[in-house]
């Protein structure tokens, strides 16, 4: 018994040792439309694209990345080009997609403009705007402290004054001192963003469910327990799990139950997986020019090797 614990913990071992370190991923910065986007990249294989929620950036997938890179070259862009734009440039025209919280929402509205682009996709953590999406902001039973602390916590009766009171002025600075902050931070939780996301996803989604394939997923303390009900209306082609020991951060929470159910739901295109990819060339290759007065201008990687 001694004997098989410590093989066993020798293999596990053994394969950490393996996997690509996320601090040691390749990473990029590349001009869209004259604005700057950053991406991180690791593994060989078929394309993973990674879409963050908000307030997050590509650190987020720092612990399920590498276990993904393992089987797939995974690609983590810093939205705000997570989609068709980042594709276009790295010469990508089929790919698999993980999404997390608002990033779900971006991942879906690719996938309904670029059907054929978006081979499976999975989303997590995320109600749309109109399919669930009201209801779930509004505090509830499921918002204990294991699922959305922050938001639980704060939803108490006067605990946000309690804890804040006589320190409102750190608290503004704190939150208006870096130009943009409020814009980008609180933006897309804006009424009129969300009624504008309602709306699209209505407009399209409402008449025909999106035929992508699609695994929804959260935590068994979070958004779990309703993925199916959510998401049912939302895509014809839908596969629903609960990430166990996990609330909202379920990549950080339980990362290889989760990159182990992701890799299954991959595994299952046996019709037209995308081929893989190799992003070797960006590793020495510049991807940003300065044109005339300081405009970042794209170098386009078609014809490359």
């Given at each position: 018994m001694h004997l098989s614990f410590f093989l066993t913990i020798l293999c596990l071992l053994r394969r950490a040792s393996t996997l690509t370190s996320f601090d040691d991923w390749g990473y990029q910065?590349?001009?869209?439309?004259?604005?700057?986007?950053?991406?991180?990249?690791?593994?060989?294989?078929?394309?993973?694209?990674?879409?963050?929620?908000?307030?997050?950036?590509?650190?987020?997938?720092?612990?399920?990345?590498?276990?993904?890179?393992?089987?797939?070259?995974?690609?983590?862009?810093?939205?705000?080009?997570?989609?068709?734009?980042?594709?276009?440039?790295?010469?990508?025209?089929?790919?698999?997609?993980?999404?997390?919280?608002?990033?779900?929402?971006?991942?879906?509205?690719?996938?309904?403009?670029?059907?054929?682009?978006?081979?499976?996709?999975?989303?997590?953590?995320y109600l749309l705007p109109d399919f669930g999406f009201e209801a779930a902001r509004n505090p509830g039973a499921y918002w204990d402290l294991y699922a959305n602390w922050q938001l639980a916590f704060f939803s108490v009766t006067d605990a946000a004054e309690f804890f804040i009171s006589g320190k409102e002025k750190q608290m503004l600075e704190c939150s208006i001192s870096k130009p943009g902050f409020l814009r980008a931070m609180l933006g897309p939780f804006e009424i009129r963003a969300i009624t504008s996301a309602a709306s699209s996803f209505q407009g399209t989604l409402g008449k025909r469910p999106l035929q992508v394939p699609t695994l929804a997923m959260g935590g068994e303390a979070s958004l779990g327990p309703f993925a199916s009900q959510a998401w049912s209306n939302v895509t014809s082609h839908l596969e629903t799990d609960v990430v166990p020991k996990a609330g909202h951060w379920i990549a950080d929470e339980n990362p290889t139950w989760v990159a182990r159910r992701i890799a299954r739901f991959f595994s299952e295109d046996h019709s037209h997986p995308p081929p893989p990819i190799n992003l070797s060339v960006l590793n020495d290759r510049s991807t940003l020019t300065v044109g005339y007065f300081g405009t970042l201008q794209n170098v386009a990687l078609s014809g490359s090797s």
């Open positions: 910065r590349i001009a869209l439309d004259n604005v700057s986007i950053h991406l991180r990249y690791a593994g060989s294989g078929p394309p993973v694209l990674l879409v963050h929620g908000n307030p997050r950036f590509s650190l987020t997938w720092r612990t399920i990345g590498p276990l993904l890179a393992e089987n797939y070259t995974v690609i983590a862009v810093d939205n705000r080009g997570a989609g068709d734009s980042v594709l276009d440039f790295l010469n990508i025209t089929s790919t698999y997609i993980l999404s997390h919280d608002m990033g779900a929402g971006i991942a879906t509205a690719l996938a309904v403009k670029h059907p054929d682009l978006v081979r499976r996709l999975v989303v997590t953590e």
